[in-house]
């Protein structure tokens, strides 16, 4: 004759009921955290309309190769709290340029400066509150945006070189 023990305790004080309830549990929490990633920040890669980005390419890509025609470059130091601009080639004398910092991923980081000529020393500046440390992309442009010279500021740098790329 066999002999069958029986538990005698209440269920929850027998580890298979636990062990089985660890996979699903497991998957809600996971799934939550998911949810909460994909939902915390809009998409920053994602154009809204692509098709007008596609045809600026081109009106682009002419700045940047009327820029290059010029002779313009340029080197942008970051002291922290201020940007210079020392150019190289003959811009407009005294006109303010644009420099854009746009964040690779994040568009509401992105930040747009005024930089303004320095006669005394040749150069341009702007001054920047709070930048967080990250890959910035630089773009440069006149007021009127005949032009448009890139560069990249990489982490931990604090000189760019800024230069027509096309």
Request: overall charge negative.
């Amino acid at each position: 004759m066999r002999y069958v023990r029986e538990d005698s305790g209440p269920w929850y004080r027998q580890p298979w009921p636990w062990l089985l309830m660890i996979p699903p549990v497991t998957a809600v929490f996971v799934g939550m955290a998911l949810l909460r990633a994909a939902t915390w920040e809009p998409d920053g890669l994602v154009v809204a309309d692509y098709y007008q980005e596609g045809r600026a390419i081109n009106e682009v890509l002419e700045r940047e190769r009327f820029a290059a025609s010029l002779g313009l470059a340029g080197e942008v130091r970051f002291d922290g709290r201020h940007f210079i601009l020392q150019m190289e080639g003959t811009p407009l004398p005294g006109a303010p340029l644009t420099l854009r910092l746009l964040h690779p991923t994040r568009a509401n980081k992105d930040a747009e400066l005024t930089l303004i000529h320095d006669e005394a020393r040749n150069v341009w500046q702007a001054s920047v509150s709070d930048l967080p440390d990250a890959r910035w992309h630089l773009h440069l442009e006149p007021q009127d945006r005949s032009w448009r010279l890139r560069g990249r500021l990489e982490p931990g740098e604090r000189i760019a070189r800024v230069a027509a790329q096309g």
